[in-house]
C-alpha cells in the first residue's frame, strides 16, 4: 500500500509542474484547550471570512485531520489520527486553496500539487455555494476503493461487497470530518462539511475509476457579524 501511494504521489508531482510542493511546518501536539471545551465549541458555522490560514494553523488542522500519530500501527502500517476499515486508510485529503488543489502526504506531511487554479467552488454543492463563498480552505474528501479491496488488515468478505465498502468509506470520512470539527473549535475556526460537485471534482482531479468524491468541508475564521443596534 505504501508503494501504491507513493507511486501516486510522484506522478501529482510530475504532472503539474506549475505548483510547488508545501512541506508543511511540523504540527504543534501542546494541547490549546480541553477536549471537553471542544466538544462544547463544536458546531457548523457557515459564515466564513476570506482570511487566509497561516502554514502553521493549516499544518496543525491537516495533521489533527488525518496525520500520522504513530509510525508502527495495526498490520505493519503507520497509524493516524483517525480510524479506517481494517486500517485501509482508503481516504485521501485534498485541500483545495485560491493558487489550486493538492493532495495531502500525511507520511510526509506536505501538500502535493494535483492541478493549479481554484477549484473552491466546485467543492460545495451547486445550491450552497453563495455561503462561505470567500473561505480560504476547502477539504475533499476522495475514497481510493482500491485500497480499500487491498488492504494489508483483516481480509473480510464486506471489503468487496459495495454496499459494506460504502458504509465503511462513508464512516472513514465522518472520523476525518469529526477530527477537523473538533480542531477548528479549539483554535477559534469555523468549520463546514457539504456536499460538493463530485463529477466535475474528479475530472479536475484526474480521478481513476475506482475513486470516488465524497464531500467537501469549509475551514476558516468565522466572519465577524455586527450586532443588531451597532453602527
Known sequence: MRTRAAALVRRRQDAFPDLETVQ???PRLEPSRSLLRALRLRRTTREISAR????QTLSDLLWAAWGVNRRRGPFGMSGRTAASASNSQEIDLYVALEEGAYLYDPLQHRLVPVVAG???PLAIGPGQ???GAESPVRL?????IDRLVHTSGFQEPGLHDPDVQRSYYYVDTG???ANVYLFAASAGLAAWFHNCDRERLASRLGLRSDQRVLFGQTVGYPRRTRSRGSP
Open 24 to 26: 508543511l511546518p511540523r
Open 129 to 131: 455555494a453563495s455561503a
Open 52 to 55: 487566509k490560514l497561516p502554514w
Open 140 to 144: 475533499i474528501y476522495v475514497v481510493d
Open 118 to 120: 481554484d477549484l473552491r
Open 175 to 177: 472520523l476525518i470530518a
